[in-house]
């Protein structure tokens, strides 16, 4: 606005032949006109520093992530060798001492006191096979790659429910369309929010996965009044923010506990 107003000052005094308007004219809008130019090489400088400001900010952040990742990883190794430690490791080192007392009592003709302990060495054989299908089961359960997330959550839910004589009800079809790496995730979410609740000791669980104001909500909900620990509740979050999702608990309608994620949609897409 102000150049042209300076141009058209230059053009009148051309025009009414008055060098001294047409020259304050053309000042004028050599001023102006040099103005603008430092406004839009400020503008531009600008523009620029906060692209760069930004691009460090989405690299600090896959950093950041990178870490919850690696530090996710890195309690999930602590947990399976705790697990395979105090377990399996145990009870086979138990076999171990107990066929050495077979093999004792055999060699020196107790027979009737060998065959009192197989039954036994069975039994904690048999007992840590299923402790160890439990485990490969719930690092990776076989129906979620081959059958979908539905099926893996149902196969989870049934297991504990006639383990701890509870009712778990699901409502997860939406899950389905999920990308495969927010799957896994929300299963592992899923499974360890279920242990969770299973020490408050509830009757009931609520499962369910719905689409809510363009974002992904999963909600685990029982009916359980015992104590909350924090601590648990921060890795779920820490294994939550891996999909740029938010991790909340709250108390649920019948004063137990509901744990809410919510996944933004991009970051649920196949």
Avoid: W
Avoid at 13 to 30: M, P
Avoid at 73 to 100: N, W, Y
Avoid at 182 to 194: D, G, K, M, P, W
């Amino acid at each position: 606005m102000a150049l042209a107003a300076a141009a058209l000052v230059c053009v009148a005094g051309l025009a009414f032949d008055s060098q001294a308007v047409a020259f304050g004219g053309l000042a004028a809008a050599i001023v102006v006109a040099g103005a603008l130019g430092v406004h839009l090489v400020v503008s531009e400088r600008r523009r620029g520093e906060e692209a760069v400001a930004e691009a460090m900010e989405r690299e600090a952040e896959r950093a950041r992530l990178s870490d919850l990742v690696v530090t996710a990883e890195q309690e999930e190794r602590r947990r399976l060798a705790l697990f395979l430690h105090d377990g399996p490791v145990q009870s086979l080192s138990g076999i171990a001492l107990m066929l050495d007392a077979v093999a004792a009592a055999v060699e020196s003709g107790r027979l009737d006191e060998a065959r009192g302990i197989l039954p036994q060495i069975l039994q904690r054989q048999r007992d840590t096979i299923r402790s160890l299908r439990d485990l490969s089961f719930n690092l990776e359960p076989v129906v979620l790659r081959d059958q979908g997330f539905g099926p893996a959550v149902k196969a989870l839910a049934e297991q504990l429910g006639l383990a701890e004589q509870l009712q778990i009800t699901l409502d997860v079809e939406d899950a389905e369309q999920l990308a495969q790496r927010a799957q896994v995730t929300l299963y592992q979410i899923i499974r360890e929010a279920l242990h969770n609740a299973l020490r408050r000791k509830p009757s009931k669980i609520d499962i369910r996965i719905s689409y809510v104001d363009g974002t992904v909500e999963a909600v685990i909900a029982d009916n359980g009044a015992g104590e909350r620990r924090r601590a648990t509740y921060d890795a779920l979050a820490e294994r939550a923010r891996t999909l740029n999702a938010e991790l909340s608990v709250d108390s649920s309608d019948d004063g137990g506990t509901a744990v809410r994620v919510r996944l933004p949609g991009y970051a649920a897409r196949r």
